[in-house]
């Protein structure tokens, strides 16, 4: 059998000889669980400036680091008030990397029965009402599980805690080794599950958008569109053409009429001789 590059150290190729091979997570990661192809980052809040991480330093109380993969504390800003809290109504995003769960090979009964479950220990740990911790969508008492594997769910109408507080419980590995344990229990001890990485956000509750996007039209309904469009023009011009040709014969016969008037009009030979009869019968 292969052995897992250990805790603090990665590899996302196969075949490898030997353990020098395992990469050291770098500043702002880290890893712990063996045998990952890929180091996580710091999540939000804490920070770590070594190498071969194996965890992340939390930022002192009052302070908070807004972007992931932080490398020192003084990226730990202070906060807006004292509890970190973005919004009046004081809620977090929880986000739960496990690795391993493949929901597309779970049915939809079982599915919902491991969301209700990880939500039961998401209130466990924060210590508030289960109704509180909701999906997406703001369904209550369940998270939402993505087709990667990735947990997501909000924490609404915290009042008892800070949000230090609930980082320090969130990300700890007491949390961890519960939000396995319940997916185990749920799936069953057959899959090797492993949750790789939690990470909590402190802002306003956004509900998930379900409405279906613009599509844009597409290439082939575009040049269908053409001929149709080419077809309109040639017809409008061959249109234009005919009227034009019609008006240009109209005109043409307008002047020849005109041209044989004139013609008879100004018959000088047959006039002047007519006039010579004429002006000899009055001599006469």
């Known amino acids: ?22 990469i050291l997570c770098e500043p702002g990661k880290y890893s712990m669980v063996a045998g990952v192809s890929a180091c996580s980052e710091c999540p939000p809040g804490t920070w770590i400036g070594d190498h071969e991480a194996t965890e992340c330093q939390l930022c002192p109380a009052g302070r908070w680091s807004r972007r992931a993969g932080s490398l020192r504390e003084n990226q730990c800003t202070p906060c807006a008030g ?12 929880v986000d739960i990397n496990i690795a391993g769960l493949q929901p597309s090979s779970i049915d939809s009964k079982t599915l919902d029965k491991l969301a209700r479950a990880i939500a ?3 209130s466990s740990a924060c210590k508030v009402p289960l109704p509180t911790v909701v999906d997406l969508d703001g369904e209550k008492t369940t998270v939402f599980i993505a087709p990667s594997g990735l947990v997501s769910a909000w924490v ?7 949000v230090h507080e609930l980082a320090s419980k969130l990300y700890s590995p007491s949390f961890r080794y519960a939000v396995g344990n319940a997916t185990e229990k749920v799936l069953g001890e057959d899959l090797e599950i492993q949750v790789v990485a939690v990470s909590m956000e402190p802002k306003a509750f956004e ?8 599509t844009p039209p597409t290439t082939t309904e575009a040049t269908t569109a053409a001929p149709a469009t080419t077809k309109a023009a040639e017809a409008t011009t061959k249109a234009e053409a005919a009227t034009t040709t019609e008006e240009a014969h109209t005109e043409t016969s ?5 041209t044989v008037k004139t ?22």
Not at 266 to 282: K, N, W
Request: hydrophobic share 35%; proline share 5%.
């Open 254 to 258: 307008h002047h020849a009429d005109i």
């Open 82 to 93: 004292s509890d970190c809290f973005d919004a009046l109504e004081k809620s977090v995003k």
């Open 120 to 122: 039961k220990e998401i």
């Open 207 to 214: 509900r998930m958008t379900t409405a279906a996007p613009t």
């Open 263 to 284: 013609t008879n009009a100004y018959d000088l030979p047959s006039s002047l001789g007519d006039v010579s009869d004429g002006a000899a019968a009055v001599a006469a």
């Open 1 to 22: 059998t292969c052995e897992k590059c250990p805790v603090g150290t990665w590899q996302p190729a196969v075949g490898q000889a030997n353990k020098s091979n395992c």
């Open 156 to 162: 609404l109408s915290i009042t008892q805690s800070t």
